[in-house]
């Protein structure tokens, strides 16, 4: 029988090739005659050791399946000074220098043991250059995009606001009426890159060429965005958009630093609360607080008396590494019969489990689906990227999540402060309040999100129409 293949391209992160990688799986289970190749960019060295870990994984686990991977070779990183000019720009730069590479891989690694066809080209959002392979070799390219509809509208946003404008974004700019969002958007909540030239026109570009594809592909929700989804799928500007979300990793394990032991012995202290009683805190591989941030954190935690599960990634550069030097004296101590402070923790399992009743988080997007998806509500502390425009419409336009900040920026000294105890305190108790409406708003919306995967459900529909469009080309 003859295959019809598809080449996915993803970003060189651990969080963009996971869904990336979960889609193709999705495409595979609804048409036997598709197969997928994934073709791998390595980041520039020291590379996230992470992403090797998950392909040795996922290779193993679809061993037989119409999946395989390809790793390509390492070309010379853009100079450091592009880096500190833009790290979105730097990236956006280093993949496009991997076009030749691209290119070859299509033409001359076809499944050779098959009749096969290339159908489309899937790229994600930073790897628009590749949108010039797919009209080179005369084949649709198609843009997978890893984080929200939200967001996706923005990065189309800034081509408007260019032509009004004609600069970048400043901090001090009148709230944005960008169509993708139900209420005005604060200058503050944009990403870093909005404020940077480089980051800037870096975006934008990927923006404009986004609408060359011949269809979108999002992971998120209909129901969820339902305002954000419509926006994109009226405007006549953009190609067919479906959504085919939320693409989660069922493991969740990818990058883990515990042992199986260590992970045990955290699910068997969840097994021994009461439902819905844990405050579970955790900010993403990169998310790490100075000690005075840490103080206040644990202030609020012990004040609040709540059981907490309390995941802390320390700076590379630490003075120490000992919790009990680092934060109040006495605090480990005092709260360990209600709450753990651990390194790593293991997120999917922590959020799929009866005892955690809410979720402290960087509002990144996985993060943000995977709780959503388990139900589990959130108190929003965004720290990079466009976690805070994740945060801005959790809280604002689908009232999915408790505000703490919406605006905290963890790499900027200049526009970045101390949360306080008394903040956290007070979001800590709204959150963890039995009767707030929210936690059934959330616990509905999970159950919606997944339904939406079943037949008959909103992503379930929308992968199939995707799968024709395929099966036509």
Not at 388 to 410: G, I, K, P, T
Request: hydrophobic share 40%.
């Amino acid at each position: 029988m003859s295959k019809l293949e598809l080449v996915f391209v993803p970003a060189p992160a651990i969080g963009h090739l996971v869904s990336l990688c979960k889609f193709a799986e999705t495409l595979l289970k609804r048409d036997e005659r598709l197969c997928v190749t994934i073709l791998i960019i390595r980041p520039p060295p020291p590379w996230d050791a992470s992403i090797d870990a998950y392909i040795r994984r996922s290779s193993y686990d679809t061993e037989g399946s119409q999946i395989r991977y390809m790793i390509l070779p390492q070309v010379e990183p853009p100079s450091s000074e592009e880096l500190a000019k833009s790290f979105e720009n730097y990236i956006s730069l280093f993949i496009a220098n991997y076009r030749p590479l691209v290119k070859e891989a299509i033409v001359s690694n076809k499944w050779s043991d098959l009749n096969t066809k290339i159908v489309g080209l899937v790229i994600d959002m930073f790897c628009s250059s590749m949108i010039d392979v797919a009209n080179e070799l005369d084949i649709p390219s198609y843009l997978f995009f890893t984080s929200g509809a939200g967001f996706l509208g923005f990065l189309f946003y800034m081509s408007v606001w260019h032509d009004q404008v004609g600069r970048e974004f400043n901090r001090s700019d009148a709230d944005l009426k960008i169509a993708a969002y139900a209420h005005p958007v604060p200058s503050k909540v944009l990403p870093n890159f909005a404020f940077v030239k480089e980051g800037y026109d870096s975006f934008r570009n990927h923006g404009v060429r986004f609408k060359e594809t011949k269809g979108i592909l999002i992971n998120t929700v209909a129901e969820f965005e339902s305002h954000a989804v419509n926006s994109l799928a009226s405007d006549p500007e953009l190609p067919p958009v479906y959504t085919v979300g939320f693409l989660l990793d069922p493991e969740g394990q990818t990058g883990t630093g515990n042992s199986k032991s260590e992970d045990d012995e955290i699910m068997k202290w969840l097994d021994q609360q009461p439902p819905s009683s844990v405050l579970f805190l955790c900010f993403g591989t990169r998310g790490n607080f100075e000690p005075p941030q840490l103080i206040e954190m644990a202030i609020a935690l012990e004040r609040s008396e709540v059981r907490f599960l309390w995941s802390i990634r320390l700076p590379v550069d630490a003075e120490t590494t000992k919790l009990d030097e680092i934060l109040p004296e006495g605090f480990l101590e005092r709260t360990k019969d209600r709450g753990i402070v651990c390194g790593w923790a293991p997120q999917v399992d922590i959020l799929e489990h009866k005892a955690t009743g809410a979720f402290v988080s960087h509002c990144g997007w996985n993060s943000t689906v995977e709780s959503l998806w388990h139900g589990v509500p959130i108190v929003t502390w965004p720290l990079y990227a466009e976690q805070s425009m994740n945060a801005f419409q959790l809280v604002r336009d689908v009232e999915m999540a408790v505000e703490l900040r919406l605006d905290y920026r963890m790499h900027d000294s200049d526009h970045r402060e101390i949360v306080t105890a008394e903040e956290m305190e007070r979001a800590i108790r709204c959150i963890m309040d039995s009767e707030n409406p929210m936690r059934k708003r959330v616990e509905d919306m999970g159950e919606i999100c997944r339904k939406a995967q079943m037949e008959g459900g909103s992503s379930f529909i929308s992968v199939g129409l995707f799968v024709e469009t395929i099966l036509d080309s």
